[in-house]
């Protein structure tokens, strides 16, 4: 399978969209006057509260079916409060105040680009969300613009569907099984989402798209930079499939191998439901057989047994040898299984297509497991260790995602299991417009002409700032990476407010950092200001390109005072009379007194402190006198 061979995804019936969500560079929220920038590490919250949350219905007075999953876990969620960035709009203690105009401005801009309708009334909405992420339990969001488009790089033109904007939720501070501590620093800060249509025909086109939305977003000027600030969702399915939702890849350089293996997995899937098809299956009602386990040396029994657990099994008829069966990478349909099962808090399930005797069974426990459950030739069987009602709850829910595997393919959103993999897991099952209601403290907001022609006039254009970029820099290949890059509103910052030279501004940010970061140093670590701070000292004479490099990685130690560092790391540069001084003392102590030998003795000792084109000048007037 090859991330762009299109005549393969077309055969298999391969869906893909993709949302993009950016954060905007707005000084303040989207319904209040709080910060949008983030407190340092070490600021501690002034306070907290305590939550839990439940499902309500949406417009048409349905509910959300992955609302009432989420309600279902009976999670208690905790909020850290902090001072410049959480008020008692964030808390859902106060009404949304006016929204943000400068967050506005940006939407609309952003939809110009993408060549989209604007809608003529702004009304705001209110989008059930109860996996605590919102002390409120919904996120406010706007349909801004409509029916767009975007070309990519290799010419590949996508429908762009749709363009929200809407409120940043909480961060995740820690998690157990039945609580969540999440921070609300960055609770309401402006976003965008950007809704491409199913059609992107394959993997690397998917990566390639996403490309080119985070160029337009970063040409604007107007978005965050940084870890976190912009994720990606990807929908996929195959024919026969169904839509899995893979939530919040940030890794771009992976998007492919995830779309790859997401394929993989249905494909893998499907073939289940054909095997089944062929062994008459059923799935048998959960049973405590806890009283099996008596004098147990399973350990994760045991432990659950010392606190007054419970041990629920079911029997899976005509499921032997495929809950083992690998769906992806280090991946089972067992997996498949025990994720619907957590959700319960448990820890997960133990099958009967494991290596039991790892676990610790006795051949006698193995036998009356078989005659409790009455199991045949061809049934496989799943155990769940939990309190007695956790342990029955898991069970119902493991039942229900065996119960699929007979259809196919349960619609789903998932979140990333192994980075390195690729690979993906159960989350909730996938949201419907049942979640979605009027936010009734808002008014909605006319489109006027004013508005709409702002936006024309601050549309980013990505043609028009490649074109730029060319004529700034030495190479078209150096304007295309840095088109690309996330650092190309770092470069534009530099270039246009020192005089120092574009090409090697450009080679910084784009190979320098990335050859540090191979050696291990984490130069994405290094806040934009301390890297404007580098170029300054270079632009001002007080350091040669040589010392750059050193600064870096001493910055991405966590240090951030540059010209602390360069007195620090002794890399003041040697010039004008004192480099003079140099030469003529060095000039002396030289057995031949030649340039070269001159030129070689100093860089050897003052490499990070002397420009060689400045000693070589030197040294060549020299010799003429």
Known sequence: MEANDSEFYKKIGFLCGIEVHQRLATKEKLFCSCST?????????????????????????????????????????????????????????????????????LALAFSKSLSMEIIDEFQVMRKSVVDGSD??????????????SITTPEGLKVMVQKLFLEEESSGIESSSEN?????????????VEIDTDPYIPTPAAAKSVALAIGMLLRISGGVQRGLGTIRQDVNVSIRGGARAEIKGLQEL?????????????????????DELKQRNPKIHTPKDITEIFADTSVKIIKTQLAKNGAVAGFRLEGFSGLLGKEVNPDRRLGSEISDYAKAAGVHGIIHSD?????????????????????????????????????????ASLAVGRAEACMEGIPLETRGVANTDLCTTRFLRPLPTGSRMYPETDVKPIGATKEMLDSATANAPDSAKEHGRLKAQLSSAA??????LSPRLGLYKRVASSLKIDSSFVANILLQKFTELKRSGFDVDSIPEASVMDVFSQYADGSITKQAVDELL?????????????????????????????????????????????????????????????????????????
Not at 70 to 78: G, L, N, P, S, V
Not at 478 to 483: G, K, Y
Not at 581 to 608: C, F, H, W
């Open 135 to 148: 002390p409120s339990a919904f996120q406010r969001t706007i349909l801004i613009g409509l029916n767009g």
């Open 478 to 483: 150096l304007a295309d990476s840095m088109l």
């Open 179 to 191: 609580s969540i501590v999440y921070n609300t620093d960055r609770l309401g800060i402006p976003l």
């Open 37 to 105: 920038g983030m407190p340092p590490l070490s600021e501690k919250p002034i306070a907290s509260i305590r939550r839990h949350q439940r499902a309500v219905a949406g417009e048409l007075g349905s509910v959300d079916l992955s609302a009432q999953y989420e309600e279902f876990k009976d999670r208690e969620f905790t909020y850290n409060i902090y001072g410049d960035n959480t008020c008692l709009v964030e808390i859902d203690e106060e009404p949304p105040h006016e929204l943000n105009k400068e967050a506005l401005s």
């Open 354 to 394: 494991e290596n039991l005797d790892r676990y610790g069974f006795s051949d006698d426990e193995k036998a009356n497991i078989s005659k409790a459950l009455g199991l045949g030739k061809n049934d496989a069987f799943i155990l769940i260790a939990g309190q007695k009602s956790q342990a029955m709850k898991a």
């Open 253 to 273: 350089d992976l998007m492919d191998k995830f779309i790859m293996n997401e394929i993989t997995r249905q494909m893998k899937l499907l073939e289940i439901k």
């Open 553 to 625: 990685k001493a910055l991405s130690s966590g240090k951030r005072d540059v010209p602390g560092l360069v007195r620090e790391l002794k890399l003041e540069r040697i010039r004008g009379e004192k480099l003079l001084d140099l030469v003529n003392s060095t000039t002396k102590e030289a057995k031949s007194g030649q340039p070269d030998e001159v030129r070689r003795l100093i860089m050897s000792k003052y490499r990070l402190n002397v420009d060689g084109s400045e000693l070589n000048e030197m040294l060549l007037g020299e010799a003429k006198t």
